[in-house]
Nanobody, 126 residues
């Protein structure tokens, strides 16, 4: 069973918005750090945003800062990625990943995450 289930991808025009959701499956061990990643065709995977579940600390890549917002609903164990002002350059397959950290400061874009979900495609047309 896939540890994390991602939904919410789709096609939008530039300037539009989408919200992605990441839900931990029942078999996912307890985690407290979630990250969103993306991979565009022909490019390396890029870390987009992270959130430390314990205190809500977030980090963002420069490419999405100010446009994307990562948030969580702890009661439902869902992490969202609200994407606004989308650009064609945001077109990619988006993934979420989770891990357990000892300190919130280590929940960052450069972290190696242990649990991954399947991707969802986001396509932004000009």
């Amino acid at each position: 069973q896939v540890p994390l289930v991602v939904s919410g991808g789709g096609s939008v025009q530039a300037g539009g918005s989408l919200r992605l959701s990441c839900v931990a499956s029942g078999d996912t061990p307890s985690t407290n750090c979630v990250g969103w990643f993306r991979r565009a065709p022909g490019k390396e995977r890029e870390a987009v945003a992270t959130i430390a579940s314990d205190d809500g600390t977030t980090t963002y890549s420069d490419s999405v800062k100010g446009r994307f917002t990562i948030s969580q609903d702890k009661s439902k164990k869902i992490v969202y990625l609200q994407m606004n002002a989308l650009k064609p350059a945001d077109t990619a397959e988006y993934y979420c990943a989770a891990d357990r950290v000892r300190a919130t400061w280590s929940c960052t874009l450069g972290r190696m995450f242990g649990y991954w979900g399947l991707g969802t495609q986001v396509t932004v047309s000009s």
